[in-house]
Nanobody, 122 residues
C-alpha cells in the first residue's frame, strides 16, 4: 500500500521549465528522505537531489546544480523538482524514491515511483 507517483513530465523546448511532482500514498514524506533520480536511455541511473526528513536538501548532480531545485510540501505529502533552463541532455525518465534510514539520503531506498518522462527537444 506504500506508493510514490511521479507526474509533471512531458515535452519541452530547450530553455524551458518543468515542475515534477512526487506524491506519496500510504506513508508520510516528512518521515522519509525523498530523492530524485534520472535515467537517460543507455545510461546509468543518476541521483539528482534528496531532502532529508529534517528538511536538509542535498544536491548531487553537477550538471543541474543551479537549474534544478527540490522542495517538499508536507501538507500535500508531495516533493517537487523544479527544473529550469532545460537542456536536451536533461532528457531522461525521472524517478522519486523514499529512504527510511536514520542517516537520511544514504540509501538503500525503500520505495520507488515508476517514473515520468522528460524530453527536451526543439
Amino acid at each position: 500500500q506504500f506508493q510514490l507517483v511521479e507526474s509533471g513530465g512531458g515535452l519541452v523546448q530547450p530553455g524551458g521549465s518543468l515542475r515534477l511532482s512526487c506524491t506519496a500514498s500510504g506513508f508520510t514524506v516528512g518521515d522519509y528522505s525523498i530523492g530524485w533520480f534520472r535515467q537517460a536511455p543507455g545510461k546509468e541511473r543518476e541521483g539528482v537531489s534528496c531532502v532529508s526528513r529534517t528538511g536538509i536538501v542535498w544536491n548531487y548532480l553537477d550538471p543541474v546544480k543551479g537549474r534544478f531545485t527540490l522542495s517538499r510540501d508536507n501538507a500535500k505529502n508531495t516533493v517537487y523538482l523544479q527544473m529550469n533552463s532545460l537542456k536536451p541532455e536533461d532528457t531522461a525518465v525521472y524517478y522519486c524514491a523514499a529512504d527510511s534510514g536514520w542517516a537520511g539520503c544514504r540509501g538503500p531506498y525503500d520505495y520507488w515511483g515508476q517514473g515520468t518522462q522528460v524530453t527536451v527537444s526543439s
